[in-house]
């Protein structure tokens, strides 16, 4: 029976009461009446354009969303993140004067609005930072100018971004100025030598992991293989422990300077587990030739000076005289022992001085007659290779052109000593 018109009850009020009806109805169908016909919500979904996330990317989210009655749009987004670890969190944008972050805090910090930002104007495509592993729950509220609004929901996950390392190798710090490195002296060839102490180290230029920046203490850990030479070849292969700020542990090694005799190659793997599933891996390698015999550099490096055309050198037989070896070069740099030898005419080398710290020979007076002559000679090597000389003439005043030594520089220097 249809609905009586109480004698109180006006016309304009029974119109309003079945237009709300109406309403009601037609809200649950996707639309809504109002003065001049139905208002239908907007329709749709949101698009991940993203596929695969991994911490540090960044997320595009895409409304695909019509509306029937052609109104034009806003939208409000809302993204509640749950990390794998570490605090749950929101951010949120709207085209009605909200930020991202606002008021929130990631593991007890304030996040930059710039984690989650527009990619268009009107907020149809936005962009959210995967700051942490885990799950990204994506809300969007589609708004049209009647006031009519769908809610869209879906999800994604972010997971572990595998780290990416730039290692170095190079002569250890404290070595550099004792290890001759690179060695450019006469030819100009760079020598690595073999028995230099060398390490192995992440470098942070180029070096990174989102998740903790393999920073020292954190989850990642570090693993040095050496591929070549054999391991019979080095003097030691250790990793140090790193310190507060550093990245990770480092490797420190040496070749054996008395085993190596020949070029070798010097590989060794890095790896690097993050400790969440990712891993990264290179190779860095160094081409070593073997330790060089200790030479001395002349002619700038004796005293007496090397004379041009020859090596005499005039001594008054009642006063002596002081020779000296005033600079040496060694590769190795880890003692160098000097032999002074003299010899009359006719006769053979004999040692009068030898030691590692006697660079310099002071002649004590009388130690020949007026009018003699002998030949002085100081004779270099170094621990490594002791008394293995290069195969020069015992005559040769200057030991030089061998393969050994670089241009200008020699095993041994002689003199030849006229008393007055």
């Not at 109104?71 to 009605?96: A, I, N």
């Not at 769908?150 to 250890?172: C, H, K, M, W, Y």
Request: with cysteine.
């Amino acid at each position: 029976m249809a609905r009586q018109l109480l004698p109180t009850e006006p016309v304009w009020y029974r119109d309003l009461m079945r237009q709300g009806i109406a309403c009601v109805l037609a809200l649950a169908f996707g639309g809504c009446l109002y003065v001049g016909g139905v208002n239908y919500a907007p329709e749709g979904e949101v698009l991940i354009d993203t596929a695969g996330a991994k911490t540090g990317d960044w997320v595009e989210l895409r409304a695909k969303v019509t509306d029937r009655d052609g109104d034009t749009l806003r939208f409000e987004w809302e993204v509640e993140v749950t990390p794998v670890t570490g605090v749950p969190y929101t951010l949120s944008l709207s085209d009605q004067g909200g930020d991202a972050g606002v008021g929130l805090q990631v593991d007890g910090v304030a996040p930059n609005a710039a984690l989650l930002r527009p990619v268009s104007e009107t907020l149809q495509k936005v962009a959210v930072m995967a700051t942490h592993r885990g799950n990204y729950a994506v809300k969007l509220r589609a708004l049209d100018e009647q006031g009519a609004s769908r809610l869209l929901e879906t999800s994604f996950e972010v997971g572990n971004q595998p780290p990416v390392i730039n290692p170095a190798l190079d002569v250890e710090t404290r070595f550099k100025m004792t290890d001759r490195y690179p060695d450019n002296i006469g030819d100009g060839l760079v020598r690595n030598p073999a028995h230099a102490h060398y390490t192995v180290w992440l470098k942070e230029d180029g070096t990174s992991d989102h998740e903790n920046d393999l920073s020292c203490g954190g989850s990642s850990k570090v693993e040095y293989t050496l591929v070549s030479p054999d391991e019979a070849l080095t003097d030691y292969f250790d990793v140090v422990r790193c310190a507060t700020g550093e990245l990770l542990d480092r490797l420190r090694f040496r070749l054996d300077p008395a085993k190596v005799t020949a070029a070798q190659t010097v590989k060794i793997r890095v790896k690097v587990e993050d400790g969440h599933g990712g891993t990264a891996e290179e190779t860095v390698t160094l081409d070593v030739v073997p330790n060089r015999p200790a030479c001395i550099v002349a002619p700038n490096g004796t005293y007496p000076p090397i004379p041009p055309a020859t090596l005499m050198v005039p001594v008054m037989a009642s006063e002596g005289r002081r020779f000296e070896v005033t600079w040496t070069d060694d590769d190795v740099n880890e003692g160098q022992t000097y032999t002074w030898l003299v010899r009359d005419p006719g006769g053979a080398f004999e040692p009068v001085q030898q030691g590692a710290s006697g660079a310099v020979l002071e002649m004590p007076a009388w130690f020949r007659m007026p009018g003699q002559e002998v030949e002085l000679r100081v004779v270099v090597a170094d621990r490594v290779l002791g008394s293995k000389l290069p195969a020069c003439s015992e005559d040769t005043a200057l030991c030089q052109a061998v393969k050994e030594l670089p241009k200008d520089c020699y095993q041994w220097v002689t003199w030849k000593v006229q008393y007055l």
